[in-house]
């Protein structure tokens, strides 16, 4: 059984910066792309970030230059450096990933979320 679990979520002042970690375990035989997702409830959820296993990254065009993605392969994990983070950015962020976990057939997996919440 594969898992996904985030952290570092919590409460940061308007221009400050949290690192969120997301790390996969269980069986697995290959990561493809991991990525962030953010929702406010009662909104559609929102694509912030991706890093494909071969380090290509693509942004929401809202947080590009202040929002880092990152992975380690050797410890299936990936992170987002969130940084100048705004009060409209708080949300509950989610971090998936595409695995491939006993037979080569490829998954999508959720981590449960972390709340980021921004203060004025």
């Known amino acids: 059984q594969v898992q996904l679990v985030e952290s570092g979520g919590g409460l940061v002042q308007a221009g400050g910066s949290l690192r969120l970690s997301c790390a996969a375990s269980g069986t697995i035989l290959s990561i493809a792309v991991m990525g962030w997702y953010r929702q406010t409830p009662g909104k559609q959820r929102e694509l912030v970030a991706t890093?494909?296993?071969?380090?290509?990254?693509n942004y929401h065009d809202s947080v590009k230059g202040r929002f880092t993605i990152s992975r380690d392969n050797a410890k299936n994990t990936v992170y987002l450096q969130m940084s100048s983070l705004k009060p409209e950015e708080t949300d509950v962020y989610s971090c998936?990933?595409?695995?491939?976990?006993?037979?080569?057939?490829?998954?999508?997996?959720w981590g449960q979320g972390t709340q980021v919440t921004v203060s004025s």
């Open positions: 890093i494909t296993s071969g380090a290509s990254k």
């Open positions: 998936n990933a595409n695995i491939a976990s006993r037979n080569w057939h490829f998954i999508t997996y």
